[in-house]
């Protein structure tokens, strides 16, 4: 299988997760749909706000789940300027957004935008980093990296399947 096809196919299963995880939290089956619509406009306040103090966790944990998001733009796109990797994290995270809004599935916030596209912008450092070290191989070795993740993820979830 040539590196690109895997690249896509590994995109493709990270993909599902971040939509399973951002829209519908994790749930099976989607029995929590249609609960939660709100909406907060305000950068870390509101929704990342606990006994008013800010949150840290969720905004760390967006910024996580989007870093292979930076990696996989950047794989997929050697070519392309920085404005042109990072917009899909940005886009992508603001559809999530709205669709948490329609589908009344959470709380669509502004700081979940901008985390998501730091993370974004984090994994297309990583993905220079790589890049550096690698040279030509950086593709090779970061899917490698992934398709271990992506096998865990699949393990872990099938876990939590099985266990629920």
């Given amino acids: 299988m040539g590196s690109k096809k895997l690249t896509n196919i ?11 995880i951002i829209l519908f939290k994790m749930q099976m089956p989607f029995s929590n749909m ?5 909406m907060n406009l305000i950068p870390f306040a509101g929704s990342v706000e606990v006994n008013g103090s800010i949150y840290i966790q969720e905004i760390v944990d967006n ?14 796109a050697l070519t392309k300027n920085l404005v042109k990797r990072l917009a899909p994290s940005f886009f992508t995270s603001l559809v999530l957004e709205i669709l948490q809004f329609v589908l009344a599935a959470g709380v669509t916030d502004i700081t979940d935008l901008l985390a998501n596209t730091a993370g974004g912008l984090v994994g297309i450092g990583i993905f220079h980093i790589f890049q550096a070290l690698c ?5 090779l070795v970061l899917n490698i990296m992934m398709l271990f993740g992506a096998s865990a993820m699949i393990l872990l979830v099938s876990i939590l399947i099985l266990a629920n």
């Fill in 10 to 20: 590994l995109y493709s299963i990270y993909f599902g997760a971040l939509v399973w």
């Fill in 34 to 38: 249609g609960h939660i619509r709100s």
């Fill in 135 to 139: 040279k030509q191989k950086v593709n």
């Fill in 63 to 76: 910024v996580l789940i989007f870093i292979p998001f930076g990696v996989f733009s950047s794989m997929r």
